[in-house]
T-cell receptor, first 110, second 117 residues
C-alpha cells in the first residue's frame, strides 16, 4: 500500500526566511504525489502535484517541491515565507483514493 | 455555489443516535469523495463516487457507515448507532472527473464536525 510520512508535526520559521517541509513516500509502483494546504477555518486546497516528467514542480503562492526517487522524498519549499503562509500542510499520495500524511503545522514568526 | 458546501458545519449527538451529513459538490463535478479527519491526523479516505455509483467504498470503517448520491450531485453520509469514536471532522471533496491529468485535484469543503457524547 502507498503511504507518506511527514516527520515534522510543527515547523516555526521567521518571516521572510526559507522553509522546507519534509515528506517521504513509500510505494513500489509509479507514484503520484501531492501537497495540500489547510488555512485556518478553510477547506483543504491543492498546492501542487507530481504525476510524471520534470522532478521540480511549481505550485501556487510561490511554493515548489522536488520529486526525488532515490531518496523517496517530495519535500516542499519556499524561499521566503509570509505571515499568510501560516497553515497546516499535508503531503498525499495515490490515484483516485488519496492517502494523506499527518500534516505539518507551519507557524510564521514576525 | 462556487465551492463545495457541507451541512451541518457542527453536529453534536448522543451515542447510539443516527446522523446524516450532507455534501453539495461544485456544479459539474462528476466525482465526489468523503474523508474523515480525526484530531492530529490527516484526512482518511472513506468512499468516492463517480456519478451516482460508489466506485470505491473500501474506506468505510464498518456497516454503520453508508453514503448515497442518488442523482449524481448531492451526497449524504449516513452513520447509524453512533459511537464516541466516530467523533471527527467529515470532509467532502469533488473533482471535475477521474484520471490524469486531473488526478488528485480535489476541491474540499470546510467539513462537518461531528461530536458524539
Amino acid at each position: 500500500a502507498q503511504s507518506v510520512t511527514q516527520l515534522d508535526s510543527q515547523v516555526p520559521v521567521f518571516e521572510e526566511a526559507p522553509v522546507e517541509l519534509r515528506c517521504n513516500y513509500s510505494s513500489s509502483v509509479s507514484v503520484y504525489l501531492f501537497w495540500y494546504v489547510q488555512y485556518p477555518n478553510q477547506g483543504l486546497q491543492l498546492l501542487l502535484k507530481y504525476l510524471s516528467g520534470s522532478t521540480l514542480v511549481k505550485g501556487i503562492n510561490g511554493f515548489e517541491a522536488e520529486f526525488n526517487k532515490s531518496q523517496t522524498s517530495f519535500h516542499l519549499r519556499k524561499p521566503s515565507v509570509h505571515i499568510s503562509d501560516t497553515a497546516e500542510y499535508f503531503c498525499a499520495t495515490g490515484n483516485e483514493k488519496l492517502t494523506f500524511g499527518t500534516g505539518t503545522r507551519l507557524t510564521i514568526i514576525p | 455555489g462556487a465551492g463545495v458546501s457541507q451541512t451541518p458545519s457542527n453536529k453534536v449527538t448522543e451515542k447510539g443516535k443516527y446522523v446524516e451529513l450532507r455534501c453539495d459538490p461544485i456544479s459539474g463535478h462528476t466525482a465526489l469523495y468523503w474523508y474523515r479527519q480525526s484530531l492530529g491526523q490527516g484526512p482518511e479516505f472513506l468512499i468516492y463516487f463517480q456519478g451516482t455509483g460508489a466506485a470505491d467504498d473500501s474506506g468505510l470503517p464498518n456497516d454503520r457507515f453508508f453514503a448515497v448520491r442518488p442523482e449524481g450531485s448531492v451526497s449524504t453520509l449516513k452513520i447509524q448507532r453512533t459511537e464516541r469514536g466516530d467523533s471527527a471532522v467529515y470532509l467532502c471533496a469533488s473533482s471535475l472527473t477521474l484520471g490524469a491529468p486531473l488526478v488528485g485535484e480535489l476541491f474540499f469543503g470546510e467539513g462537518s464536525r461531528l461530536t458524539v457524547l
